[in-house]
């Protein structure tokens, strides 16, 4: 059976070619979370704002080291990526030499829209708030790497059993 690696990653922006990767936190099925930072010290100030890099001091966290980068490769061999938006993570994941996966992708956010009966794609977000409307307890996403995969994870495992 293939794993499950839970992803989301932070970026400088939105093209893979020319934006950084700034943080990605992963997690195998239900095991811990690993965070790895890519050296990235400033962001542009729209980036800063939504991915609160300065308030969480991100330009000083230490830089993943190689060991920690083919660990991550290590776990994603050949499983399945689930995201909010596999398709922009494995962008970034591709352009830095760090996708493994299996050609399997997981979209929770496509997921959550067949499971719960909507006729919208909803955000993480919106997941969140629908599950927590059913009385669900979920971390809230805040566009930092660690947070969203945590309710990512939340949301697939709750919705996975709905």
Known sequence: MKDFIFVD???TGLDPRNDLLVELTYGVN???L???YFGVTEV???IDGLIKFTERNVGSMVRATDF???TFRDALQGNTLV???PSFDKSFLQENKLWTGHYRLLDVEAYAMGK???DFVPSLVDIRNILTSKGYILTQPDHSSYN???TLREAFNILRYI
Do not use: C
């Open 83 to 85: 995201a909010a938006n």
């Open 148 to 150: 969203d995969t945590m």
């Open 68 to 70: 920690m980068l083919d």
């Open 44 to 46: 542009p100030s729209f």
């Open 116 to 118: 719960l009966g909507l």
């Open 9 to 11: 990653v932070e970026t």
């Open 30 to 32: 239900d095991g811990p």
């Open 34 to 36: 690993s965070t790895l």
